[in-house]
């Protein structure tokens, strides 16, 4: 809600826009595939990068120094 708020009135959701792949000849599979694959692409490159803050942090608290 908070991107649709700042963003211009037609904006969709990505999970609207994933969902809205059907048309008169039915669902377009790969459509629907692209833009799944497109959704997930960013956070997962994002934890790739932070990936050794992330295990920094979470371990930090466990390990008595």
Known sequence: ????????????????????????????????????LVAVLPPVIMAMFTQRFLVRGLTFGAIKG
């Open 1 to 36: 809600m908070f991107a649709v708020a700042l963003a211009y009135q037609r904006a969709v959701v990505i999970t609207i826009q994933i969902a809205g792949t059907g048309n008169v000849q039915g669902i377009q599979f790969w459509i629907t595939a692209v833009r799944g």
